[in-house]
């Protein structure tokens, strides 16, 4: 029990004192409690920059679209392989999704621009086959983007997920089932009634939880995946902390960087109270 | 597992940070720290200038640290020898491990305890001080400024010299926001470096389609389509690939900036341009808007693929390595990425194109000096400690740090051995020297005790001793000429601009209120450029109805207090 704690206080409470750089003008001479208090200039800064409006924009949409399609697949998918008999096929089929999972990001989207290449990957080969040209690169469409963010990421993810929606379905009673068939229930009509209200309650949870994490999508792959042409989708609260923060080229800016986090952070903090609040009053589950 | 992978990661950043910054709040303030070295400097010059002249009578105890490198033993080494005898020095050096070496010296010259410094610590190859490292340990007082021994003419004696040797007083280069110089540094002309947009073409589909090099943009155009309409490489397909790129962010993506210069001169990374000393954006001139009609012409033509754009390095590299070969013109430094021996052979240098209106330019990045060298607070005799890196600016050391000892691993031309079997790399250039077995000295792996391999330490050389190297006559490969050749073509060109700012503004020296400015706007700013030119390439946007936008949004990011920061810089350092 202590150590749980003990790693929750150092590694998630002692840190948010760093949160003050997002309130001072950090100097490296002057150390962390040394530099200049300039309050909330920092995010008025970021308020006022050309950049707010299309990160935040960028942000909702990619991770609403996100948590859509990665809540959806999984369940699809466990209530599918719970309806299949055969068990030595079930356990196939379940470790082979579940595989994908354990691809490094930086990993996958090599494989992914090899794959999609349109001229010496799988996809311009098979096209040229067919039709006899290569086909228009993926990558110069920008709106094509948010597409191959996430089904790349649900086909990494969805047999992971899926697990404990599979497990939740382990624990529904037969009885249950039994007495849907005799009032004549066909497989798919038991499927809706029977399972899907069962796993409802997992579902609502995890996307509570999900929706506390909105607004800090990884950025890893956004920015392995992004490009000049779309850059107009895909510059993210993320990438653009990343990028004025700890890359920039002239200097970098803790101060601005930390100071966008901590507002994407209140942002979910938000976020995470009212969809909690909107479930409980909808459904009665809740996370607290 | 993502979301939790970045948490960790900026957690130990947050984590690291605090930790500075409580060490920092142990010691005395930099101000404080800071004073008492500055005036020992003083203290040291003023009885300096009687010793100067002649070396110093006694000898000098100097402790040194140095990034390590298994072939070179630095307290048993014939360069190090060479440096105490003609500088009169004990130099006792520490080598240290090359792969945190920075994080060590940064360490030990932030939070460490300044007694416990020795009195030089050198950079190395791939190993340099950043501008913003040094003037983070200026601040903090744990180097010392040099600016009044560069100023010294009996001191800084063989840095005067390579001033002179190069042509270029580096020095500006080096000086920090306050105005004072921290650093010694490594200042090395070659060609090729410094024109890295070069444009090849492959010379045997240039034959088999009976055409000429072409030299303006037009013909250049006309050149390509033809490409794209033939099957030269014989497959039955229309496969070839007239020209390609990687995206404008990544080092492959000069072919950009090369087909604007037939227009406008478009800069390098960031597309500034200087006119009579007036700082500009590239991307908002008509000359600009021209330019990319162009490029979108190739595009639309299908002479340029479009996924160029997109690419990645590496995946531009693929294109070119296909097992079919279809690449027909590419832009860069060298056809180096072509791995195939005959078929990177193939490829021949073109000029500069012409533009409509004559516009002619290269992209052009002078020698930047590299920061390797810095003086510690805890010296006791800086002045001596100068002198040492004075030394290693000499000419001497410029040679002997890449290619050994005088007289066993090369000879200055006058006395080589077998002196007319010989020549100069480059055919305008005077055979300056001769390595003898270069390949083995270089490439060997056993130890050396002849130089310290250019591994610490700095050097500084002029364009004569890399293009005067000597090569065996006849013995040069199809591939090294033509290299040869374009880079002597496009350096002696004059297709240069009279002022440039360097690749990421490395002859830029910002004080605090530009640096803040610049870092927050210019990555903005020009990922916009390269979005919107990127964009109308595509066909996404449209060039002239939404041209006006283009130029708005710019002045909407803050292009004008971008450029007004950049102008004050250039004005002040350039």
Request: proline share 3%.
């Amino acid at each position: 029990m202590l150590l749980p704690v003990i790693y929750i206080v150092i590694f998630k409470y002692l840190p948010m004192i760093g949160l003050q750089l997002g309130f001072r003008d950090y100097k490296a001479k002057f150390g962390l409690f040394g530099s200049e208090w300039v309050w909330f200039d920092n995010f008025i800064k970021f308020f006022k920059s050309y950049e707010f409006s299309r990160t935040l924009k960028n942000t909702v949409i990619l991770s609403v679209y996100n948590i859509i399609a990665t809540t959806i697949v999984p369940m699809a998918f466990a209530l599918t392989i719970n309806c299949i008999e055969n068990q030595r096929f079930k356990k196939i089929t379940q470790t082979i999704v579940t595989l994908p999972h354990f691809i490094s990001v930086v990993v996958l989207v090599g494989i992914l621009m090899r794959i999609l290449d349109n001229r010496t990957g799988v996809y311009g080969v098979v096209f040229d086959a067919v039709t006899g040209h290569y086909p228009d690169s993926v990558f110069t469409n920008g709106r094509s983007f948010r597409h191959i963010y996430v089904w790349s990421g649900v086909w990494q993810s969805f047999g992971w997920n899926a697990i404990i929606y599979i497990a939740t379905l382990a624990g529904v009673d037969g009885g249950l089932h039994e007495a849907a068939q005799i009032d004549g229930a066909s497989r798919f009509e038991r499927v809706l009634h029977v399972d899907l209200p069962h796993i409802l309650p997992t579902a609502v949870i995890l996307t509570i939880m999900n929706i506390g994490k909105l607004m800090t999508l990884g950025y890893e792959k956004v920015l392995l995946l992004q490009n000049s042409l779309n850059l107009e989708y895909s510059e993210l609260i993320s990438t653009y902390v990343y990028r004025v923060g700890l890359s920039g080229a002239v200097r970098s800016n803790f101060s601005y960087a930390t100071a966008i986090d901590c507002f994407n952070a209140v942002v979910n903090l938000i976020l995470i109270i009212a969809a909690n609040r909107a479930s409980k009053r909808v459904s009665d589950t809740s996370l607290w | 597992m993502k979301m939790s992978k970045r948490k960790i990661a900026l957690l130990l950043a947050v984590a690291m940070l605090i930790a500075v910054a409580l060490i920092g709040c142990a010691k005395a303030t930099p101000e404080e720290a800071a004073e008492p070295a500055k005036t020992e400097v003083a203290a040291e010059t003023t009885e300096s200038t009687e010793t100067a002249e002649a070396a110093p009578t006694e000898k000098v105890t100097l402790t040194v640290w140095a990034p390590d490198f298994p072939r070179v033993d630095y307290n048993n080494n014939e360069m190090t020898t060479w440096l105490e005898e003609h500088g009169n020095f004990d130099l006792e050096i520490t080598a240290i491990p090359t792969e945190d070496y920075i994080t060590k010296v940064n360490l030990a010259l932030t939070v460490g305890d300044p007694a416990e410094l020795p009195d030089v610590i050198l950079g190395g190859q791939n190993v340099q001080f950043s501008a913003a490292k040094i003037q983070e340990w200026a601040d903090t007082g744990t180097i010392i400024p040099l600016t009044e021994y560069y100023e010294d003419p009996e001191l800084a004696v063989n840095i005067n010299e390579a001033f002179e040797r190069t042509g270029v007083d580096y020095s500006k280069q080096l000086s920090m926001s306050d105005g004072e110089i921290y650093s010694l540094a490594t200042f090395n002309q070659s060609y090729g470096n410094e024109y890295s947009a070069k444009m090849w073409i492959y010379q045997p589909w240039l034959d088999a389609l009976g055409a000429e090099m072409p030299t303006t943009t037009e013909e250049f155009q006309a050149l390509l389509k033809q490409v794209a309409e033939t099957d030269l490489n014989g497959n039955g397909k229309h496969d070839e690939i007239p020209l390609v790129g990687a995206q404008l962010s990544s080092d492959k993506g000069k072919w950009f900036n090369y087909l604007m210069n037939g227009y406008t001169y478009s800069g390098t990374t960031n597309y500034l341009a200087v006119n009579n000393g007036k700082v500009s954006a590239a991307y908002t001139t008509d000359e600009w808007k021209e330019g990319l009609r162009y490029i979108k012409g190739l595009i639309d033509d299908g002479s340029l693929i479009s996924e160029s754009l997109t690419m990645t390095d590496d995946q531009y590299s693929a294109i070119l390595n296909a097992e079919e070969h279809t690449v027909f013109a590419l832009c860069h430094t060298t056809p180096s990425a072509v791995t195939d021996k005959e078929i990177r052979e193939g490829y021949r240098i073109v000029e500069p194109l012409i533009g409509p209106d004559g516009a002619q330019y290269a992209w052009y990045s002078p020698t930047q000096v590299l920061h390797m060298m810095v003086i510690t607070s805890n010296c006791k005799n800086p002045e001596a400690a100068f002198r040492f890196g004075d030394l290693m600016s000499s000419e001497y050391i410029g040679i002997s740090q890449r290619w050994g000892l005088q007289g066993t691993n090369w000879d200055y031309a006058a006395e080589a051995k077998d002196a007319e079997s010989w020549e100069s790399a480059y055919e305008n250039f005077d055979l300056y020297f001769v390595a003898y077995d270069d390949a083995a000295f270089w490439s060997d792996t056993e130890p050396t005790t002849a130089s310290w391999l250019q591994r610490g330490g700095l050097f500084v050389r002029q364009f004569g001793i890399a293009n005067g190297i000597g090569v065996s006559k006849g013995a040069v490969s199809e591939y090294d000429a033509n290299v040869y050749h374009a880079n002597a073509l496009y350096q002696t060109g004059g297709f240069a601009p009279a002022e440039v700012i360097a690749v990421n503004n490395g002859n830029l020296v910002y004080n605090e209120d530009e640096a803040e400015v610049v870092s927050e706007l210019e990555s903005t700013l020009t990922s916009f450029a390269q979005e919107y030119a990127a964009s109308v390439l595509v066909g996404s946007k449209n060039l002239d109805s939404d041209w006006d936008a283009f130029l708005a949004e710019l002045q909407n990011i803050g292009l004008d207090d971008y450029l007004a920061a950049i102008q004050s810089a250039y004005d002040r350092t350039v």
